[in-house]
């Protein structure tokens, strides 16, 4: 299915509360000519699929940063973001969707784009709780990966799929670290064949 990018884009902008930056970008091999020296260092590597999705996503970051430094790799494989911003990158085979912030009200942020074809049986029951299993599965799977990664960058721990409850109330929905006790909050939508869903976490 083909995927628009600007339209994307502007859906990712609506979910997004002010002072949060989104963006989408389609991935290809173009945008390897724009990789910096350090940057093709960190995925020489791997297979093309990779370095495409890569050099795509670095330049997506770049668009919505305003700035043309190298964008490293830190230790979780999250890109290492300048100083005083915080945000997340994410992508399928076709796209790659970022969100950066400098607001210092913002802790963190989780982002993530999947496509909207139904899972297997199999994958659906690793992701989907007992109590989920109206749910779509790719949607869901969706919705936590935008938790975890907002979770994770806030310094939080691994999480089992089965450890984050999901509800869900219109284009908002909760997800709830049940070990913890944490609940993250976010927004989704479906277009273009694909779900994107945005966490923001604040500072308390």
């Known amino acids: 299915m083909r995927v628009d990018p600007v339209e994307l884009a502007v859906v990712l902008a609506a979910l997004a509360p002010p002072g949060i930056v989104t963006g989408a970008r389609l991935i290809t091999a173009v945008d390897l000519d724009g990789l910096r020296v350090e940057e093709r260092a960190a995925v020489a590597n791997a297979v093309p699929g990779r370095r495409h999705e890569f050099a795509s996503g670095r330049t997506l970051l770049r668009e919505l ?42 802790k963190s942020l989780g982002i993530d784009v999947e496509p909207t074809d139904p899972l297997a049986a199999e994958i659906a029951r690793v992701i989907l709780r007992d109590d989920e299993r109206e749910m779509d599965a790719h949607l869901a799977f969706a919705l936590k990966e935008a938790a975890y990664k907002a979770w994770s960058t806030g310094g939080g721990r691994m999480l089992d ?22 609940q993250l909050r976010g927004r989704f939508a479906t277009v273009a064949g694909r779900h994107v869903a945005l966490v923001v976490v604040a500072w308390c």
């Open 65 to 106: 940063l305003g700035t043309s430094e190298a964008i490293l790799v830190g230790p979780t494989r999250a890109p290492l973001l300048p100083p005083g911003v915080v945000g997340s990158l994410a992508h399928d085979e076709l796209v790659a969707v970022a969100a950066v912030s400098r607001d210092p009200s913002v």
């Open 161 to 182: 799929h089965h450890e984050v409850r999901l509800s869900v109330d219109g284009s908002w929905f909760t997800a709830t670290v049940l070990p913890d006790q944490r």
